[in-house]
């Protein structure tokens, strides 16, 4: 891979997918910002890096929190350039409808929809600015089919892709690429462990995502895949 980044800032990037992201954007030779409600998780990805010579700037960062978000961005851009934003960070629970609890149902909300949403609006005024990034969105398969005890993260994977649809309309006009990625059943600590200790050989991996992020980002040309669903090869669990 030829291109060099500037800078990759990837949300929940403590465990799953966004650990695994951001170890394979360190090897492009890009500035990895990471950032994650768990600050040893985030040490320990540093510590992983080290033994092939890499890291990450880590930053404690709840991005159900507005505030923390738009500090977040201040202190990134105050270090590098950034080109791409991955919203990554998400939480579930695997309930029926009316057994989720108020507070279930604003922290997957908050995280999920509202997070990814305030880390686009503090992040957008430097990529209009410097005419050009990439939005990377780690959605869901759940925000195209129906899956039972999923009924609130499937409302916040959905929202977000609404949101998303409408945002690309409005930021082509300042080279602002958004992708959405749709994941079907991954190997992450999302899912209970009963699941994936029978059905890991079923799910895909981070690192199999994580690879296809990087190939999506360093697309070059007019060309922008705006959105993809992946799948195990044997379909959903």
């Known amino acids: 891979m030829s291109k060099k980044l500037s ?33 040893r998780e985030l040490e320990k990805l540093n510590e992983e890096l080290e033994k092939e010579k890499l ?10 929190s507005s505030v923390n978000v738009d500090q977040t961005v201040k202190k990134i851009i105050a ?4 080109d791409c934003l991955i919203n990554n960070a998400g ?13 279930e149902i ?23 600015k410097q005419g050009k990034g990439t939005i990377i969105n780690i959605l869901s398969s759940a925000a195209k089919k129906i899956f039972t005890n999923s009924s609130v ?29 749709l994941p079907g059943a991954t190997e992450t ?3 209970p462990s009963d699941v994936r200790k029978s ?12 690879r296809l992020l990087v190939w999506v980002y360093l697309q070059e040309g007019n060309m922008v895949p705006e959105e993809i669903t992946i799948k195990p090869v044997e379909g959903d669990l």
């Open 79 to 82: 270090l590098n350039t950034v």
């Open 189 to 191: 600590p999302m899912w």
């Open 106 to 128: 604003n922290d997957i909300i908050n995280t999920n929809l509202l997070g990814s949403i305030y880390t686009i609006r503090y992040i957008l005024p430097h990529f209009k």
């Open 7 to 39: 800078g990759v800032w990837i949300t929940g990037g403590s465990s799953g997918i966004g650990k695994a992201a951001a170890k394979e954007f360190a090897r492009t030779g890009s500035q990895v910002f990471v950032s994650a409600r768990r600050v």
């Open 199 to 210: 059905s890991s050989d079923r799910m895909m991996t981070g690192e199999e995502v994580a």
């Open 55 to 64: 890291s990450a700037v880590v930053f404690p960062c709840n991005v159900a």
């Open 153 to 181: 993260y499937t409302a916040s994977k959905l929202g977000l892709l609404g949101y998303s649809n409408v945002l690309r309309e409005e930021v082509r006009k300042y080279n602002i690429r958004i992708i959405n990625i």
């Open 91 to 103: 939480i579930t629970s695997f309930k029926a409808a009316e057994d989720n609890s108020v507070q």
